[in-house]
């Protein structure tokens, strides 16, 4: 069985987030350029709702948290 792998462009000024497919540079709601890969590591962004990188564990751009343990 063949597994559905998504990427995913999200915003780094709100919640906003889309396929890498979709031809979307900028978010439709604050303005901020999306970004589909990890500013830090470079992997791919695979879960837009997620705050932290899935690879190197650092905090996305814009995202708000509580203190990381």
Known sequence: MDTIKYQFKICT?????????EAVEFCPYCGEKLINKCPTCKANIKTPHGNYC???????????TKNKK
């Open 54 to 64: 899935t690879q190197c564990g650092n905090l996305y751009p814009g995202r708000a």
């Open 13 to 21: 000024g709100c919640s906003f987030f889309c396929t890498k497919e």
